[in-house]
């Protein structure tokens, strides 16, 4: 399998800002209950963007040094977007002023696998499109979707979103992607007959428990294809939804915290924007060093979940 | 490029009809007028089915007769689906059966281009995927973003759903996909903070004029790649929008009616499941004989547009 060449990234999360004490006013919480639970302390909110907006800035971000003519596929991984149509893709190809070039754009939804699920397709569509680019992009403005008198889910998660871009590469490519349908373990309803609110609800034990047996089993599938093992691997960039299953996979599989980046403290659970937004917030310190071997694994509503191990370049 | 082997499809609509004489009674309209503009006569309304329901029904009918273990990957074209997560293509794994293999399963979304796209990554995903099926469905249940108080919307669209399993194939394939953002020609609000109500509001004159300029040349790309010419296609399945809209292309091309395969009059515009909605009843009636070069062109908001030129098998 051919592999991908990361040309640059962006990340971006709105200014406003909630941190822990601030839902101690909103609902029966404390700070300490919060951070013991999941790692959380702030989480970012938008206040007048959309997850457009969102998405648009940290395209923006990404493509800023780069020859946009080779852009040839934007695909923005969103449970969140504004329109049922225009895709966010195509508003946000719009934004950045590439409207008069012959790109596919589309948004893909698999909630917090959607950017691993992402990269895999583009990995694939770019062996079809000679010599051009993919912009890949992770956007939620969740908090759209949240019930914030709901204390199991409003603390949880915040908005923000990563983008990438990526062309055809020769390093070591891997990915696995898997899926098994489940209504009760996370939902948001859209539109629809039922008229159910569209506040997403979680069953937090049952979604604990599915994270901590998938993202192992991503990360040694993906392993496995790639003939490595995790002593081979620089990063793994799990999907930020909580720092106590990161902890559990990581003792777990006798691995350490400093090889699972987590940035959630500071952006709570972004859904598909969190993986490209760590990317990118790794990317701009400087962590990310060509041939370093990363994996990124996601998970969550679907339920989804998968793995991309690629080679940084 | 590695072709498509179609192994079937199937296709649903919801038994609920409403002809041109019921929204006569309902807005400002008449049957004549409707007919004259759009060559609709009827379209399937769901009472008490969702997207999910429409898209299952068409994937059930389309795997029946399949080695079911055989599928790796199911896309869900749509742009009404039941909620934001999990994904219309996770619950339809879920109701088939299929939660215990390894199967990807996401929502595409680029509105009316959606299966056409779908096809593009259906082919491109399919090539790591060994001697595994893709099933690709598009399902609408676009009455749920209908004012059926709107007369320049609500008599022109319908709810129903096509599905087709592919494999990788040796018969020809050409793919096209473009898209240009705009938020003004076709719009059809999600939850946000815009308090926008959400249904589908259309520039009905710009996205014809749009129309007849992007058939021809999503078709004529996909020909070019695959140099052939029209007279070597046996049929052109079109999105089913509008009797004007194909009229115009086949009569501009120099083509035939005959060649322009049309079902609109039945359903009216069923957004990303026209075209495999199309297919399936096609190949029901017999209409596809092994090695028949088909065309199947998408084009519909974000602004999207494409075209996917392949081999019957």
């Known amino acids: 399998m051919n592999g991908l060449k990361v040309i640059s990234t962006g990340y971006y999360a709105p200014q406003n800002v909630l941190n822990n004490f601030d839902f101690e006013k909103m609902v029966e919480t404390t700070d300490e209950w919060i951070v013991s639970r999941t790692g959380i302390n702030k989480r970012h909110i938008a206040k007048k963007e959309s997850c457009v907006d969102l998405g648009y800035q940290a395209a923006l971000k990404a493509i800023e040094k780069i020859d946009k003519n080779k852009i040839g596929l934007i695909i923005c991984a969103t449970m969140t977007p504004d329109y049922f149509t225009p895709s966010t893709a195509c508003l946000i190809q719009e934004k950045l002023g590439l409207n008069d070039q012959e790109i596919m754009c589309f948004d893909l939804s698999a909630a917090c696998s959607g950017f691993v699920y992402s990269l895999t397709v583009a990995q694939a569509l770019l062996q ?27 603390v949880l998660f915040g908005d923000g979103a990563g983008a990438v871009v990526v062309g055809k590469g020769t390093g070591v490519f891997a990915s696995y992607n898997n899926s098994a349908g489940n209504l009760e373990a996370l939902k948001a309803p859209a539109i629809g007959k039922m008229n159910e609110n569209h506040y997403l609800s979680m069953a937090g034990q049952e979604v604990f428990k599915f994270a901590i047996k998938v993202i192992p089993e991503s990360i040694n599938a993906v392993l496995q294809k790639a003939n490595l093992t995790l002593d081979d691997i620089d990063y793994v960039v799990c999907h930020q939804a909580n720092y106590r299953i990161i902890k559990n996979v990581y003792k777990k599989m006798k691995s350490s915290e400093e090889k699972f980046y987590m940035n959630l403290q500071e952006y709570g659970n972004t859904s598909a924007a969190s993986i490209p937004l760590a ?10 060093k060509s041939g370093n071997k990363i994996i990124c694994v996601g998970f969550g509503g679907g339920l989804t979940w998968g793995a991309v191990l690629m080679e940084w370049s």
Do not use: H, P, Q, W
Request: aromatic share 6%; glycine share 8%; charged share 35%.
């Open 128 to 154: 079809n499109l000679d010599d051009k680019y993919a912009l890949v992009i992770g956007s939620e403005e969740i908090s759209k979707i949240i019930d914030f008198t709901d204390r199991n889910t409003c």
């Open 279 to 288: 990317l990118g917030e790794m990317d701009e310190k400087g962590l990310l």
